[in-house]
């Protein structure tokens, strides 16, 4: 893709706890891990935006980034493409503190005329990914309430196609107060 458009998404980043927590979760062997680096909250999912416009973003990302809660995991699940399992996800408890900062983003994203897209919000962190011709080997959903899931920044990535799936590249960033 020329490097004045790219493909972006704003995400919150967990700790590095969190990060060592999502990596000890269980996923079927034939999926895909999210390397542990790659681990993120999608908030808002831009599709392909112009670098002019997601450097105006990456400046306003500070403006929205407030103090979030400690949120807690519930289950984790395979979530379907068309024909097989596409994702191993784990879901986080309902809160509103995500769904205010998912309505900040948005007002944002309509400031500076950015498209988001408007699928519902499921907050979720993708663990892992299936390969296009693998079923489901392991018996999910699996519950894992309550564990502690922190976020210290909120990002705008760029989404790259790779050999092995998407890289995410981080173009700004705004840490989280405590
Ligand atoms: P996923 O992990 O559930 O696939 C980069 O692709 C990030 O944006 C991923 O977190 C991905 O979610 C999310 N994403 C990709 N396409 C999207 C879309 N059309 N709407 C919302 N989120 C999307």
Partial sequence: MDDDWQRCFIALAPDAATRE???????????RRVPVDQLHLTVAFLGTISACKGGLLGYSLSSVAEALPVFRTERIEHWPGPAHPRLTVA????????????????AVLEALELPMDDRAFRPHITLAR????????????V????????????????STLAR???????LASAALPD
């Fill in 164 to 170: 092995h799936g998407a890289r995410y590249s981080e």
């Fill in 21 to 31: 927590t999502l990596s000890g979760l269980p996923s079927p062997p034939v999926a």
């Fill in 143 to 158: 519950p894992v309430a309550g564990l502690s899931i922190r976020f210290d920044t909120l990002a705008l990535y760029s």
């Fill in 91 to 106: 879901v986080l408890a309902k809160s509103d503190a995500l769904f205010a900062l998912a309505a900040r983003i948005r």
């Fill in 130 to 141: 299936f390969p296009r011709d693998a079923s489901a080997l392991c018996e999910l959903p």
